[in-house]
């Protein structure tokens, strides 16, 4: 019944367009330029199968700083052993409702009592099929809960977002954990809300840095 209540709340249509900041590889923002966002797939990520972005809220208001640290980091190249140039792309992107039928905001109450709607059903599923319990590798199940409930409950929310911990190069090198998110991640699930890019900048060097 509550889910009922929760999907049929008459809310306002907010049609907005806001900022959000990639960080990845020179040489990846080129052919995005090019040939636009693939989506990341795998239930390892935090959010499930999208194109990840930082996005300004309280837990993050510097949204560009944690792009161009993200784009330091993950631009090692396992090839040639070293770092490769790194680039920040600034992206428009469309959010049409505030719905939570349509945009899956984990820091709202009608956000996370959604996703904990998901993950009850998840585990109920998974409890009962599994003949084992889940591998140390797979304790982090948020990525999975959000790929299964829109894949098999059919809750096809085009946008979500929600706050992490998201290491530096430097925490990386030094193992480096903390709890308290830095970050917050809008993920698009549906790339044609994504209505421009453009580089704004490349870091050069980075294996230097």
């Known amino acids: ?58 837990t993050c208001p510097q949204p560009q700083e944690k792009a161009e640290e993200w784009a330091i980091a993950s631009a090692w190249d396992n090839g040639s052993y070293k770092y490769t140039e790194g680039a920040v792309l600034m ?65 096809d929310f085009s946008l979500i977002s929600g706050d992490f911990y998201v290491k530096n190069k430097l925490e990386r090198i030094k193992f480096f954990n903390c709890r308290i998110p830095n970050s917050t991640f809008l993920v698009v699930f549906d790339t044609a809300l994504i209505k421009s890019t453009k580089l704004i900048k490349t870091i050069p060097n980075i294996d230097k840095l």
Do not use: C
């Open 91 to 155: 992206v428009e992107v469309e959010i049409p409702t505030e719905d939570s039928r349509f945009y899956l905001d984990l820091n709202t109450p009608n956000g996370i009592a959604l996703f904990n709607i998901i993950r009850d059903r998840f585990q109920k599923f998974s409890f009962a099929t599994a003949k084992r319990g889940f591998k140390p590798k797979e304790m982090f199940k948020d990525g999975t809960i959000i790929n299964w409930g829109r894949n098999l409950l059919k809750f």
């Open 1 to 58: 019944m509550y889910l009922y209540l929760l999907l049929n709340t008459n809310l306002p249509m907010l049609a907005k367009t806001i900022t959000v900041y990639h960080g990845t590889s020179k040489q990846d923002a080129e052919s995005i330029l090019k040939k636009g966002f693939n989506r990341s797939k795998g239930d390892d990520h935090w959010l499930g199968d999208g194109v990840y972005f930082f996005t300004e809220s309280a």
